[in-house]
Nanobody
Framework: QVQLVESGGGLVQAGGSLRLFCVVSGGTISGAAMGWFRQAPGKEREFVGGISWSGTTRYVDSVKGRFTISKDNDKNTVYLQTNSLKHEATAVYFC???????????????WGQGAQVTVSS
């Protein structure tokens, strides 16, 4: 069974940066389209951005130019670099395999515990 383990979250002031990690076990990311999702308090989980098997990335408008997704196939790890963080970015961040729908639909039912990002204003 695939396991997803996110880490790297924390408390940061507005304008700061965090790098999130997603380690995947029980499956390979090399041929998969992966995505980052987030869930803010009282809101539904939403797609943030994704990376294709070939490394092509896409992002929602609210994070374009500030968030960057990358991956290391050898380490089976997906990264989310978040810069110029805003208070509204406060959420729990999750990774998952995704399809190519708009917006993308997560594939795995067993989500990880997520990485809490809290941005103080």
């Amino acid at each position: 069974q695939v396991q997803l383990v996110e880490s790297g979250g924390g408390l940061v002031q507005a304008g700061g940066s965090l790098r999130l990690f997603c380690v995947v076990s029980g499956g390979t990311i090399s041929g998969a389209a992966m995505g980052w999702f987030r869930q803010a308090p009282g809101k539904e989980r939403e797609f943030v951005g994704g990376i294709s098997w070939s490394g092509t990335t896409r992002y929602v408008d609210s994070v374009k130019g500030r968030f960057t997704i990358s991956k290391d196939n050898d380490k089976n790890t997906v990264y989310l670099q978040t810069n110029s963080l805003k208070h509204e970015a406060t959420a729990v961040y999750f990774c998952n395999k995704r399809n190519n729908c708009v917006p993308p639909i997560p594939i795995y039912d067993n989500w990880g515990q997520g990485a809490q990002v809290t941005v103080s204003s």
